[in-house]
C-alpha cells in the first residue's frame, strides 16, 4: 500500500498533509475541547505548584541535585515524546482510515520503546559526563550526588515517552479528558511519596518515577475504551516514515533547546557568579510561569491542533485561516493580564513556595528576578505557540524547526549579553525578544503561503497590551499597601487582593472597549 502524496497549500509546491480520512467520530465542540484540556491543566498546575512546595522543604544541596539530574530526561523527552510525538504523530495519523491508524499506532509504539531503551540504558552508563556538562567548573551544586540521582531518574524517559503516547492517540480523536488530567496523577502520586517517606535523594527521585507511572496508568482505561490501545510491535507501516520524517527535523530544534538548557545549567550552577540556590529560584519561577503559560497559551494550542491539523488534511484553507486568528485573538487574550500582573507582582507569586516563615532568601531573590523577565515573555510566546501549531498541522515541519531552532540560538546568544548588566531579569528578557523576532518570521512565511491578516492581529495587540500594562501598574500600585512578601501567607493575599484588583481593571476595560472575548467568556458564565 503507497502513501498518497501530501497535499499543497493553494497554489504550491506538493508537500503537506494528505488526503483525510473519513472521520470516525463527530467533531466535538472546539470550546468544550479547549475547556477540558484548559482545566486539565489548571488542576495539573496547582497539584505541580503544591509538589514544588513539598519540594521546596528540602536544603540547596538535595534539591539543586535533583533539579541537575531531572533535566537530563527531561531534555530527551522534548524528542522522543511530547512535543515531537504530538507535533508529527496527529498530523499523519489524521490521514488514514481506522485499520491504518491502529496499524500505524502499534508500529510507531513497538519503535519508540526500543529507542527508549537504548537511551535510558546510555543515560545510566554516561550519568557522570553528562552531569559534567551540566555543572559549572566551580559548582555550587554536589556532583556526586547529581550523578546518583541522574542514574536512577533515567527510567522517567520510558514512562514519559509512553504516556506521550496514549496522550497523542487520544487527543488524535479528540478525547482530552483523560490524558488533560493525566498529569495531576504524576503530581499527586509525586506528593504522596515526598511527604510520607524519608526526604531522601533515593525516595525523591523515586518518587518522580512513581509519577510517571501513574501518568501513564491513568490514560489505559480511556485507551481500551474507545479502542485505541495499541499492541507495541517492531514492524513497519507505510506511514510510519512519514512521522518519522516529520520527527526528524525535531533534532534540530531539540538540539538548539538543549544548547540553551545546557548554557543556563552551568550559568546558574557557576558559584563564582551566583549563590547556591540559584538552581532552586529558578526552578521556582520556570514552575509559575509554566504554570500561566500552560492553562492559558498552551492548553488552548493543545485543544485546536487536532482541528487544525483536520482542516489542512482537507484543504479548508478558509476555515484554517479563521481558526488562526481565533486561537491568536483568544490566547493573547487571556496571556496579556496575566503577564502584566505577574511582572508586577513577582515576589508575591514566588512566595506561594516558601510554607516556613525561615525562607531561603537566595532562592527567593533569585526566583523573583527570573519570573519578572519572563513575564515579559508570555504574550509574544503565545504568538509562536499558536503560528508553530499551524505549520505542524500543515506539515511544514522544516520550517517551524528552524525558525525555532534559530530562536533558541539567538536566546542564548542574548543571555551571554544581558544578563551580565541586567542579572536574572535578563534571562526573561533575552526569551521576550527571541519571541518577538520567531513571532514576526513565522507571521511572515505564513502570510506568503496562506495570506495572514496581520494588521487585524496587530489592532487585537494595539487594544490589549496597553490595557494589561494599566491593569499591571493598577496592580502594583495596590501591592505597596499590602503586607510584605517572603512568605506564603503575605504571597497569598497579595495576590488575591492586588491581582484581583488589576484583573477587574482589564475585564472592565476590555467590556469598555467591546473586545468580543471577554463576551464570550460572559456567555459561558451564565451557563
Known amino acids: 500500500m503507497t502513501v498518497p502524496p501530501a497535499a499543497p497549500d493553494p497554489g504550491l509546491s506538493p508537500q503537506g498533509?494528505?488526503?483525510?480520512?473519513?472521520?470516525?467520530?463527530?467533531?466535538?465542540?472546539?470550546?468544550?475541547?479547549?475547556?477540558?484540556?484548559?482545566?486539565g491543566t489548571l488542576g495539573s498546575r496547582l497539584s505541580g505548584i503544591v509538589r514544588a512546595q513539598v519540594m521546596?522543604?528540602?536544603?540547596?544541596?538535595?534539591?539543586?541535585?535533583?533539579?541537575?539530574?531531572?533535566?537530563?530526561?527531561?531534555?530527551?523527552?522534548?524528542?522522543?515524546?511530547?512535543?515531537?510525538?504530538?507535533?508529527?504523530?496527529?498530523?499523519?495519523?489524521?490521514?488514514?482510515?481506522?485499520?491504518?491508524?491502529?496499524?500505524?499506532?502499534?508500529?510507531?509504539?513497538?519503535?519508540?520503546?526500543?529507542?527508549?531503551?537504548?537511551?535510558?540504558?546510555?543515560?545510566?552508563?554516561?550519568?557522570?559526563w553528562i552531569v559534567d556538562l551540566l555543572l559549572a567548573g566551580s559548582p555550587n551544586v554536589d556532583r556526586a550526588l547529581a550523578v546518583y540521582m541522574t542514574q536512577l531518574v533515567m527510567p522517567f524517559l520510558m514512562l514519559i515517552s509512553l504516556a506521550s503516547v496514549a496522550m497523542g492517540l487520544l487527543n488524535a480523536d479528540?478525547?482530552?479528558?483523560?490524558?488533560?488530567?493525566?498529569?495531576?496523577?504524576?503530581?499527586?502520586?509525586?506528593?504522596?511519596?515526598l511527604l510520607l517517606l524519608p526526604d531522601t535523594a533515593t525516595w525523591l527521585a523515586f518518587g518522580w518515577l512513581l509519577g510517571g507511572v501513574a501518568q501513564l496508568v491513568v490514560q489505559l482505561p480511556a485507551l481500551r475504551r474507545f479502542g485505541l490501545l495499541p499492541t507495541p510491535a517492531l514492524r513497519g507501516h507505510?506511514?510510519?516514515?512519514?512521522?518519522?520524517?516529520?520527527?526528524?527535523?525535531?533534532?534540530?530544534?531539540?538540539?538548539?533547546?538543549?544548547?540553551?538548557?545546557?548554557?543556563?545549567?552551568?550559568?546558574?550552577?557557576?558559584?563564582?557568579?551566583?549563590?547556591?540556590?540559584?538552581?532552586?529560584?529558578?526552578?521556582?519561577?520556570?514552575?509559575?510561569?509554566?504554570?500561566?503559560?500552560g492553562l492559558f497559551v498552551v492548553s488552548p494550542a493543545l485543544a485546536l491542533f487536532p482541528r487544525f491539523s483536520q482542516y489542512a488534511a482537507e484543504k479548508n484553507w478558509a476555515e484554517f485561516r479563521s481558526l488562526t486568528v481565533q486561537a491568536i485573538r483568544?490566547?493573547?487574550?487571556?496571556?496579556?493580564?496575566?503577564?502584566?500582573?505577574?511582572?508586577?507582582?513577582?515576589?508575591?507569586?514566588?512566595s506561594l513556595f516558601n510554607l516556613r516563615p525561615g525562607f531561603d532568601v537566595p532562592r527567593f531573590q533569585a526566583g523573583t528576578g527570573i519570573l519578572t523577565g519572563w513575564a515579559l515573555a508570555l504574550v509574544p510566546w503565545a504568538v509562536v505557540t499558536i503560528l508553530l501549531?499551524?505549520?505542524?498541522?500543515?506539515?511544514?515541519?522544516?520550517?517551524?524547526?528552524?525558525?525555532?531552532?534559530?530562536?533558541?540560538?539567538?536566546?542564548?546568544?542574548?543571555?551571554?549579553?544581558?544578563v551580565p548588566g541586567f542579572g536574572l531579569i535578563g534571562f526573561g528578557l533575552s526569551t521576550t525578544v527571541s519571541g518577538v523576532l520567531m513571532a514576526s518570521a513565522l507571521g511572515w512565511m505564513y502570510q506568503?503561503?496562506?495570506?495572514?491578516?496581520?494588521?487585524?492581529?496587530?489592532?487585537?495587540?494595539?487594544?490589549?497590551?496597553?490595557?494589561?500594562?494599566?491593569?499591571?501598574?493598577?496592580a502594583w500600585l495596590v501591592s505597596r499597601v499590602l503586607p510584605a512578601p517572603g512568605f506564603i501567607v503575605p504571597g497569598v493575599f497579595g495576590l488575591s487582593v492586588a491581582g484581583g484588583i488589576g484583573l477587574g481593571v482589564y475585564l472592565v476595560g476590555a467590556l469598555v472597549l467591546r473586545l468580543p472575548e471577554v463576551a464570550g467568556v460572559l456567555r459561558r458564565l451564565r451557563r
Open 174 to 193: 479528540e478525547h482530552f479528558r483523560e490524558s488533560s488530567f493525566a498529569p495531576v496523577a504524576f503530581n499527586l502520586a509525586g506528593i504522596v511519596v
Open 56 to 128: 521546596a522543604l528540602f536544603g540547596n544541596t538535595l534539591l539543586d541535585a535533583f533539579l541537575i539530574a531531572v533535566r537530563v530526561p527531561n531534555l530527551l523527552r522534548e524528542l522522543l515524546a511530547e512535543g515531537a510525538l504530538v507535533n508529527s504523530f496527529i498530523p499523519v495519523y489524521k490521514t488514514l482510515d481506522d485499520v491504518g491508524r491502529r496499524q500505524l499506532a502499534s508500529a510507531f509504539s513497538g519503535v519508540l520503546i526500543a529507542v527508549n531503551l537504548l537511551l535510558m540504558a546510555l543515560g545510566i552508563l554516561a550519568a557522570p
Open 238 to 293: 507505510p506511514a510510519l516514515g512519514r512521522v518519522l520524517r516529520q520527527m526528524a527535523p525535531f533534532t534540530l530544534t531539540a538540539g538548539a533547546r538543549q544548547f540553551l538548557n545546557l548554557y543556563v545549567t552551568r550559568l546558574l550552577s557557576n558559584a563564582q557568579q551566583f549563590q547556591a540556590g540559584t538552581q532552586s529560584g529558578y526552578f521556582y519561577a520556570e514552575t509559575l510561569f509554566t504554570t500561566v503559560n
Open 330 to 350: 483568544t490566547t493573547t487574550f487571556l496571556a496579556a493580564p496575566m503577564s502584566a500582573l505577574l511582572v508586577a507582582l513577582a515576589p508575591y507569586a514566588v
Open 448 to 474: 506568503l503561503k496562506l495570506g495572514f491578516p496581520t494588521f487585524a492581529v496587530l489592532a487585537h495587540l494595539g487594544r490589549i497590551v496597553p490595557l494589561a500594562v494599566l491593569a499591571g501598574v493598577v
Open 389 to 418: 501549531r499551524t505549520f505542524y498541522a500543515r506539515e511544514r515541519t522544516r520550517v517551524a524547526v528552524l525558525v525555532s531552532a534559530t530562536g533558541f540560538v539567538v536566546e542564548v546568544l542574548l543571555y551571554h549579553l544581558l
Open 17 to 39: 498533509p494528505a488526503s483525510p480520512a473519513p472521520a470516525s467520530a463527530p467533531r466535538r465542540s472546539l470550546r468544550a475541547n479547549t475547556l477540558i484540556v484548559m482545566a
